[in-house]
Structures are given as C-alpha cells and as structure tokens.
C-alpha cells in the first residue's frame, strides 16, 4: 500500500511473507502461523529515507489496519489531537507501528503514521531508550480516491497472506 502526501511524503507498507513460513495454522488466533513481515519504505518531506523489515503484524491485525483505513476514508474516524490518547490510535500487539487522523476534508483526509523501534527511523533513539512509542510520525495528507486505492492494494496483497 503506498500512501503519497501533497508534501512530497510517501509511505510503502508490504506484507512480505509468514515470520514462521513453515509452521501451520493450529487454531484462529495461533500467533505463530500468523506473524507477518512488513516492509516499510518511507520518504519524507525533506526527501530523507529509511526503510524497515519487521514481522510486526498478525494476519488480523493487517486485516484490522485495512478495515480501519477504510472507515477513515468514509469518513467514519474523526480527527484526533496529538499527541493521540488510545481513542484516537490504532495500534498493535507490536508497537512499531500506529495510525491516527490529523484532519478530515470533504475530499481529503490527512493520516499520521506512527513510527517506533523496529520501524523507526535510523536518526531515532534506540530501541530501549524510554521514548514516546508513538511520537515520531509522517504525516500523509492524501485525498479520499487515493486512500480508498490504497486500501484496496493493501487487501489483494494480503489475499495471499490469509490466516492459518
């Protein structure tokens, strides 16, 4: 799923693959067979970059992240202050990653991606260092048309990632 910004911003977020490729699905929820590594290509504004490889979603929790980002583009999540309190940030079992709303427009909406240890930038402390999880973030400024295309990449690409 690729997020661009009018600022020149962009976001690529890829589910590569099972952590445990080999391992089968013994039940809804086994947290082993259903870890799954991301990739994470970012640019910013000021056309630094880094990028990321990190098993820090489930298969539901992706699936979890696209519904989401679905409801944002109809306009179903209202726009959140920052720093965001938990009603205001999707986050996961692993923090690496989180989503919230900075603003919503009739034909825009502007998403801060959250970025922390594993997936944060290489100029940010260290994982262990006592930091915000959440406080480093892009923020995205897109319009709904291209929100709601990326969400739809982001679906067929996990079609083949189901959960085992």
Same mark, same amino acid.
């Given at each position: 799923?690729? *997020? ?8 690529? !977020? +890829? ?11 013994? @039940?809804?929820?086994?947290?082993? /067979? ?8 970012? +640019?910013?504004?000021?056309?630094? +970059? ?19 980002? +679905? ?12 720093? /965001?309190?938990?009603?205001?940030? *999707? ?13 919503? @427009?009739?034909?825009?909406?502007? !998403? ?48 083949? *990632?189901?959960?085992?």
């Amino acid at each position: 799923m690729r *997020l661009t910004s009018t600022d020149g911003a962009e976001i690529d !977020l +890829r589910p590569l693959g099972y952590q445990y490729p080999s391992v089968g699905g013994s @039940g809804p929820r086994d947290w082993d /067979a259903n870890w799954l590594v991301v990739r994470g290509d970012v +640019r910013l504004p000021d056309e630094r +970059r880094w990028h990321f490889e990190d098993a820090c979603l489930t298969t539901w929790e992706a699936a979890e992240l696209a519904g989401w980002l +679905r409801s944002v583009a109809a306009g179903e999540v209202k726009a959140g202050p920052f720093p /965001a309190d938990e009603s205001h940030l *999707l986050v996961f079992t692993e923090p690496n990653l989180g989503f919230s709303v900075g603003a919503t @427009g009739e034909v825009s909406r502007t !998403l801060r991606v959250h970025f922390s240890l594993e997936a944060g930038p290489p100029w940010s402390p260290p994982p262990g260092v006592d930091t915000d999880l959440y406080g480093f973030f892009v923020t995205v400024s897109t319009t709904v048309s291209d929100l709601t295309r990326a969400v739809e990449e982001w679906k067929r690409e996990l079609t083949l *990632l189901p959960l085992r």
